[in-house]
């Protein structure tokens, strides 16, 4: 029996004669399911027309991303450090290739994952690097497949190796996590931020909203918590969701400022 992934966000569900009825990640506010109704597939099928793009972001992060574009479109990062390799946010496809290439890399430790729209096929990566998957409780109730390599963790930081530290900041999602990379930039420190901190269009500037593709907002308090929340982390770049989207220079100074014009655009300052 397949495994059902739904073609509009890269969620899988357990293997079953028969798609589920609907997806409940795309029924919720924060996606959506396309006008012509929901489409399923499946890993077989999406190996056969899709590929793995690599690119190395800087001496110790590559990022992994589907071509032709596949579900809501994010990359992966595999980050390598002396305590192990770390997955954070998760793609659908997993073909021997890329299995291959993540294996002379080391493998991964651990898998990490910022919030349930990039659960995606978790569960498979799991099992073939045979490691343990970190996601915050607070977000337990989507996990649409339930697998006993998921540790679900509560609180507010997790180290998971030595110099990475899971940052719940919630937001987009209750159990909405970052990843702190201290020795990021050369140095300087690095976050991973899936869509809880989103790398604007102007690469000098994030953003924060409870539904991306509905273009729904946050409450300022809780931007305003967030960005309180990032403070004590010091962070040179931002390596946000989607390809091509990461702040170089200046990473925390871009998310207080950004932070701080959200708050006033919320209380009506426009020019
Ligand atoms: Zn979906
Ligand atoms: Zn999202």
């Given at each position: 029996?397949?495994?059902?992934?739904?073609?509009?966000?890269?969620?899988?569900?357990?293997?079953?004669?028969?798609?589920?009825?609907?997806?409940?990640?795309?029924?919720?506010?924060?996606?959506?399911?396309?006008?012509?109704?929901?489409?399923?597939?499946?890993?077989?099928?999406?190996?056969?027309?899709?590929?793995?793009?690599?690119?190395?972001?800087?001496?110790?992060?590559?990022?992994?991303?589907?071509?032709?574009?596949?579900?809501?479109?994010?990359?992966?990062?595999?980050?390598?450090?002396?305590?192990?390799?770390?997955?954070?946010?998760?793609?659908?496809?997993?073909?021997?290739?890329?299995?291959?290439?993540?294996?002379?890399?080391?493998?991964?430790?651990?898998?990490?994952?910022?919030?349930?729209?990039?659960?995606?096929?978790?569960?498979?990566?799991?099992?073939?690097f045979?490691?343990?998957?970190?996601l915050?409780?607070?977000?337990?109730?989507?996990?649409?497949?339930?697998?006993?390599?998921?540790?679900?963790?509560?609180?507010?930081?997790l180290?998971i190796?030595?110099?990475?530290?899971?940052?719940?900041?919630?937001?987009?999602?209750?159990?909405?996590?970052?990843?702190?990379?201290?020795?990021?930039?050369?140095?300087?420190?690095?976050?991973?931020?899936?869509?809880?901190?989103?790398?604007?269009?102007?690469?000098?500037?994030?953003?924060?909203?409870?539904?991306?593709?509905?273009?729904?907002?946050?409450?300022?308090?809780?931007?305003?918590?967030?960005?309180?929340?990032?403070?004590?982390?010091?962070?040179?770049?931002i390596?946000?969701?989607?390809?091509?989207r990461?702040?170089?220079?200046?990473?925390?100074?871009?998310?207080?400022?950004?932070?701080?014009?959200?708050?006033?655009?919320?209380?009506?300052?426009?020019?």
């Open positions: 029996m397949p495994i059902h992934l739904c073609n509009t966000c890269g969620t899988s569900y357990p293997d079953s004669p028969a798609p589920p009825s609907g997806c409940p990640i795309c029924e919720d506010e924060r996606q959506f399911v396309p006008r012509g109704g929901q489409v399923w597939t499946t890993p077989e099928k999406l190996a056969g027309g899709h590929v793995n793009g690599w690119r190395r972001l800087e001496t110790d992060l590559f990022e992994i991303h589907t071509h032709p574009g596949f579900g809501i479109g994010q990359r992966a990062l595999l980050l390598r450090t002396p305590g192990g390799n770390i997955l954070w946010d998760c793609i659908a496809l997993l073909d021997d290739a890329t299995e291959l290439l993540v294996r002379a890399l080391g493998g991964v430790q651990a898998i990490a994952i910022s919030h349930p729209h990039y659960y995606t096929c978790m569960q498979d990566w799991a099992r073939a045979g490691c343990a998957v970190h915050h409780v607070a977000d337990a109730d989507w996990v649409m497949r339930p697998d006993p390599a998921i540790r679900h963790w509560d609180g507010e930081t180290e190796v030595a110099g990475v530290t899971l940052l719940r900041l919630g937001g987009h999602f209750p159990g909405g996590t970052v990843l702190h990379w201290a020795d990021g930039a050369d140095g300087r420190g690095a976050i991973l931020s899936g869509d809880i901190v989103q790398v604007a269009a102007d690469l000098d500037r994030v953003s924060f909203l409870w539904s991306y593709p509905n273009m729904m907002p946050l409450a300022a308090a809780t931007v305003r918590r967030i960005a309180a929340a990032l403070t004590p982390w010091r962070f040179e770049r390596y946000g969701a989607f390809p091509g990461q702040v170089m220079a200046g990473g925390a100074r871009a998310v207080q400022r950004s932070a701080a014009r959200y708050d006033e655009l919320l209380q009506g300052t426009q020019p």
